[in-house]
C-alpha cells in the first residue's frame, strides 16, 4: 500500500511537472508593480540592476528610479532575491554583478567594492534609547587610526604596540590569534587588505614599511620600503595611510616617487612589475579604485598633487587633475561610476570636481572637468563619500562631517550642509538604505539614504573615545564594528 500511494504520488508530480514545463515563462525583464514598504506609493517599472544595497528600476517614460532595498515592500524584496540569480542571466552577467550587492567579507578598505557601502540587509531602520546592542568588546588592539577588514571569521587591523604590530583577532570575540611585527613609525592609519584568492594580508605603517603576510599564520612572506625601494615621499608629516588593493596577481600602492608615484608589485613575491613615474609629485592619504572608463582599465587615486589614472597594463600615466588637491592633505578615496570620477578634499584650498574619462586615441584618455565646487560649497575632509543612486553622500566641511546630499551629475546639493548629531568629521559607510555617520567626538548617529531630505533615525555614544573617533566602521553579518585605538565595540544592528 505504501508503495503504491508513493508511486501514485511521484506519477502526480511528474504530471505536474509536465503541466508547469508548459506554462509561460516569467518575463523576469517586463515590467512590474513595485509596491512601497509603507504601502502608500506603488510604480509601474522594469528592474535594471541591484547594486549597492539598492534597487535601479525603469519606468515606461525612461525614467531612471533608485530605492533602497529595505524600502520595497517584502514581496518586492523577496521576489528580487528569488530570480536575481535568473535576472543576471539576462542582462549577460554584466549590469547586475557587483561585488557589494550582497552581504560578504569586509576584506579591504571600504568593503567588497571599495565603495564603503555594505550589502547587508535585513538592518534596524531606527535607533532608540542608547542605540543598538553592544555585544562585545575587546582591547589590546594598540595605538591607530586604522580601520578593520573580516574575512574567514577572522579579523585585521594594525596597532602600535612599542611596535606596529598586524593583528590578527576572532570574529567572535576579538581575541588575538596572532600578531606580526611591521615596523615602526608610530601609530598607524592603514587598514590591512586580505586577499583571499592567495590568502595573504597586506598592511602597512605610516613609515612606509609594506608587509606581505599569511593570514592564516603571520607569517612574513616579504616586505618593502616605499622611502628606500620606490624614493618615495608623503605630501605631509602624517605619513603613509593607504590601503593596497589587490588586483587578480598583482598588489596596487602609491610611494609617490619621482620614478613610482604607483607602482604594481606581483602579490606573493613583492617583485616589482611596473612602476609609474611622475616627477614633482607625492602620496597622499587615499586609495586606489578602479575604472574601466574609455575602454582602459585604469587605477584611480589622490596623490599630493591631485587625482591621477594610471593604466593597468603598463603603469603608464594616463591623466592627471590637480584643481581640487589642497597643499596640506589630500585624503579621501575617490568615487568612481562608469566614465566618471568624483573626487574632493578638505583644508582651506581643497574643493570637489567631477571629471568625465573618454577615451584619446588608441592608448590614451582625455579627462574632461564637468564641475568644481570650491570648498566653501562641497568639500570632505577624511570622513569618506559613498555613491548611492545618481547621489553623493558626504560630510561636509574641513573638520566638520555635516551631512549632505550631492546629485553627481550636476553637483547640484539635494540637501545639507545641516548640522549632524555629532561634532568634527565624520567618518561614513552605507548599508540596507541607511548612512552610518561617525563622528569625531564619539557620536554614532543614522541617517536615511535619501534624496528626499535629511532625517535622522537615531543615534548613540560609543562606548569609549581614547582620542578622536576618526577609524572607519564597518558593517559586517548584521553587525557594527568600530575600533577605538587599543579597543574594539561590535553592536547588533539586525532588525529587531
Known amino acids: 500500500m505504501i508503495m503504491l500511494i508513493r508511486s501514485c504520488g511521484l ?13 509561460p515563462a516569467q518575463d523576469l525583464t517586463a515590467p512590474r508593480t513595485w509596491q512601497a514598504a509603507t504601502g502608500n506609493y506603488s510604480v509601474e517599472a522594469e528592474f535594471v ?4 544595497g539598492s534597487v535601479q528600476l525603469k519606468r515606461a517614460d525612461g525614467k531612471a528610479i533608485t530605492v533602497p532595498l529595505g524600502k520595497l515592500s ?22 547586475l554583478a557587483s561585488a557589494s550587492s550582497s552581504g560578504g567579507d569586509w576584506y579591504r578598505w571600504r568593503g567588497p567594492a571599495g565603495t564603503g557601502i555594505s550589502g547587508e ?23 591607530g587610526h586604522a580601520s578593520l577588514t573580516i574575512h574567514n571569521d577572522k579579523i585585521y587591523t594594525l596597532g602600535n604596540k612599542q611596535s606596529v604590530k598586524l593583528l590578527c583577532l576572532n570574529l567572535s570575540d576579538g581575541a588575538i590569534v596572532w600578531e606580526t611585527e611591521v615596523g615602526g613609525g608610530g601609530d598607524p592609519n592603514c587598514t590591512p587588505t586580505v586577499d583571499p584568492a592567495s590568502g595573504l594580508v597586506f598592511g602597512m605603517t605610516k613609515d612606509g614599511t609594506l608587509l606581505c603576510a599569511n593570514a592564516e599564520t603571520g607569517e612574513a612572506v ?18 603613509y595611510s593607504e590601503s593596497p588593493l589587490v588586483d587578480g596577481e598583482h598588489l596596487i600602492c602609491t610611494p609617490g616617487g619621482d620614478a613610482a608615484v604607483m607602482v604594481a608589485l606581483d602579490k606573493t613575491t613583492g617583485r616589482v612589475v611596473w612602476q ?4 614633482g609629485n607625492s602620496a597622499g592619504y587615499a586609495s586606489p579604485v578602479i575604472s574601466n572608463a574609455g575602454g582602459i582599465k585604469q587605477y584611480v587615486t589622490l596623490t599630493g598633487k591631485g587625482l591621477i589614472g594610471v593604466a593597468a597594463d603598463n603603469g603608464r600615466l594616463l591623466w592627471h587633475y590637480a584643481r581640487i588637491a589642497n597643499t596640506t ?16 578634499s578638505g583644508y582651506d584650498d581643497g574643493g570637489t570636481a567631477l571629471l568625465r574619462l573618454q577615451a584619446n586615441g588608441r592608448n590614451g584618455i582625455r579627462a574632461t572637468e564637468v564641475y568644481y565646487k570650491r570648498n566653501n560649497e562641497i568639500q570632505n575632509h577624511h570622513g569618506g563619500m559613498v555613491l548611492i543612486g545618481d547621489h553623493v553622500y558626504l560630510g561636509h566641511g574641513h573638520n566638520n562631517g555635516l551631512p549632505m546630499c550631492v546629485e553627481l551629475k550636476t553637483g547640484r546639493i539635494v540637501w545639507g550642509p545641516t548640522r549632524g548629531a555629532g561634532t568634527g568629521s565624520a567618518a561614513l559607510v552605507a548599508a540596507d538604505g541607511m548612512l552610518y555617520f561617525r563622528y569625531q567626538n564619539g557620536v554614532m548617529a543614522l541617517v536615511e539614504a535619501t534624496p528626499r ?17 576618526w577609524s572607519h566602521p564597518v558593517i559586517q553579518d548584521q553587525k557594527l564594528y568600530l575600533r577605538d585605538q587599543h579597543e574594539l565595540h561590535v553592536y547588533d544592528i539586525a532588525a529587531e
Not at 11 to 23: H, P, Q, R
Not at 223 to 228: G, H, L, Q, Y
Open 121 to 143: 540587509q535585513g538592518l534596524r531602520q531606527a535607533w532608540s534609547g542608547d542605540g543598538p546592542p553592544l555585544l562585545w568588546s575587546a582591547g589590546d588592539l594598540g595605538g
Open 74 to 95: 517584502k514581496a518586492d524584496q523577496l521576489w528580487i532575491r528569488k530570480n536575481l540569480a535568473a535576472l543576471r542571466a539576462a542582462a549577460g552577467g554584466s549590469t
Open 49 to 52: 540592476e541591484l547594486a549597492d
Open 11 to 23: 506519477a502526480l508530480l511528474g504530471s505536474l511537472g509536465v503541466w508547469m514545463a508548459t506554462l
Open 222 to 239: 616579504w616586505r618593502k620600503s616605499f622611502a628606500n625601494d620606490f624614493g618615495g615621499r608623503m605630501m605631509s608629516s602624517w605619513g
Open 276 to 279: 609609474t613615474p611622475m616627477p
Open 329 to 344: 592633505a589630500n585624503c579621501p578615496t575617490p568615487l568612481v561610476s562608469g566614465d566618471l570620477v568624483f573626487g574632493s
Open 453 to 469: 531630505g535629511y532625517q535622522l533615525n537615531g543615534q548613540f555614544r560609543i562606548k569609549t573615545r581614547h582620542a578622536e573617533s
